[in-house]
């Protein structure tokens, strides 16, 4: 058998080969080039997620249909689903590697193997967003975690860090061996690996695999279902398999912990949603309920837990993963406007949360506690740009209008309604006014209390300084303008394709 | 007599279990990394009895890339085992509770 690619398969693939390219650029150049590393890494890095955001802008406006070009047993897809979430973590990337490089050189990292290494990452969860094959979604979840392993580890002399690095390793890795164990039984009892094949076998048009040998047998199915479950809310940080979540965060790099709590979000959720929405769609009564168990309890959990924080990087950690089960509100509701809010979510994300942890970046890089919350007493007066752009960031976590945060929400919870499951997007709306608790407190020490005598003005850098501004202006446009929102439509579109 | 598929299953959900339970109860890093291991040769176990029953090359292509997988993961792994051996005497996991809250 011969294998023919044609140009849409290149094509398919290419944002993806851009950044790994750019990544080996990068270790390229790093081994020549002496002077001004961090300037030219950076500047490196940027270049390749502008050339791919361009790459994936054009794969968009190609595959305008609904139709898949690379045909049904294809291993990857072009399709506007996948482009949309590469357009979220083009965006995370290259947010995250605006505010580094004052910390990279404070913490004195090789620039050149810290920035290959986001890409790599970057990659790994380009391609999870565009797989249509469980082998595809094992190795690019690999892919990125391997990268996340060595990068939560990246500070070799710092014990939190080691720590970081070690847990998220072992931790993981144990959830993908659920994960896998989950996809055995699944290609066990459909007979086959790709999507497309599980929907065909599980929707009852079997035929096109073989289906004399199929097992089919509903036990194989349920087990699969529960064990995939349980690996991926490991990655999304999903309660209760949450418990890594605050420790690495906390530990890890802070560039490093403000791009994964956005990206990985962004790269399983589009993977989680082609395997359960869409392959297993069939099955959506017998997955259902163990979503809207753990949606509930993560939620609840998420929230109660951020109020009694004292470190910023822990509070954002619980924030997370309250906002993870928001999202899985979306999800479980398994209709349209759930797959575009979640696609719609990881855009405003982007720019609210890695926008959260820029304050204790910038703050880190001076060699102050930016950790801890207390140290952000009377901060207007220090900063007023970096007080104002956190308090926005907050409001808009918290789900205040006319910020993209709460359009974000209204369609998460809007899903769920219309859903018929009213209870979800009430739990979720009780707990949104919990989580006020927390980020009104940050709020209210930055601006209602005065500052400490001697405390010095506080200035962030030209590159934070856009990151912060475009982050800010990022959240009230894709809020205000539904132009955004649309394009979340037009990409859900082509999800829904199989399906119907 | 040869066995069917179903004892394939059998033994290799009885090796993931046994792999988790050492995750859980052990708490030297070596020896979960071990079990965690075995839990991803049990699935490999499971992946070739199905693609034998099924007559389907996909699963056997599938346990390649999770050697390969495993190989890089132990890379990864040791590595950072060594660089936190180097600050610190011994490696227990429960001593590793820098953080917690």
Known sequence: ????????????????????????????????VKVHETEIATGISLATLLLAFAASAHLWA???????????????????????????????????????????????????????????ATAGMMLMAASLNLMVIFLSIELLSLALYILSGFDRNRPRSQEAGFKYFLLSSFASAFLIYGMALIYGATGSTNLIRIVNVLGGHAGTVASTHTVLSSPFVLIGIALMAVGFAFKLSI?????WTPDVYQGAPTPVTAFMSVATKAAVFPAFLR??????????????????ALAIVTMIVGNVLALSQSSMKRLLAYSGIAHAGYVLVAMSANNRLGATAVAFYFIVYAFMNIGAFALVLVLESRGEAGDEIATYRGLFARSPLLAVATGVFMFSLAGFPPTAGFFAKYYAFAAAVQAGHTELAIIGVITSVISLGYYLRVVVLMFMQPVEAGAEQVRAGPLSDFMLTASVAGLFVVGLVPWFYNLAVQAVQSFFHFTT | ??????????????????????VLVRRDPLIIFMCIELMLNSVNLTFVAFSHYLSSADGLIFVFMIMTVAAAEVVVGLALI????????????????????
């Open chain 1, 275 to 292: 395997v359960f929405n869409l392959a297993l769609g069939a099955e959506s009564h017998r997955w259902f309920g163990i979503l809207w």
């Open chain 1, 239 to 243: 309660v209760p398999f949450h418990m």
């Open chain 2, 82 to 101: 060594v660089s936190i051996f180097r600050t610190r005497e011994d490696i227990d996991v429960d001593q590793l509770d820098e953080m917690h809250g």
């Open chain 1, 1 to 32: 058998m011969t294998i023919h690619l044609t140009a849409a398969d290149y094509g398919a693939v290419l944002p993806i080969m851009i950044v790994l390219g750019g990544a080996l650029c990068l270790l390229l150049t790093d081994a020549f």
């Open chain 1, 62 to 120: 190609v595959n305008a249909g609904p139709a898949f070009p690379q045909g049904a047993g294809a291993m990857i897809t072009g399709d506007r689903f996948g482009q949309f979430f590469n357009f979220a973590l083009l965006l995370s990337s290259a947010l995250a590697i605006l505010i580094a490089p004052p910390y990279i050189r404070t913490s004195h990292f090789d620039a050149g193997e810290f920035l290959s290494l986001i890409l790599f």
């Open chain 2, 1 to 22: 007599m040869t066995p069917d598929a179903s004892s394939y299953l059998i033994i290799s959900a009885i090796l993931f279990t046994l792999g988790t339970v050492g």
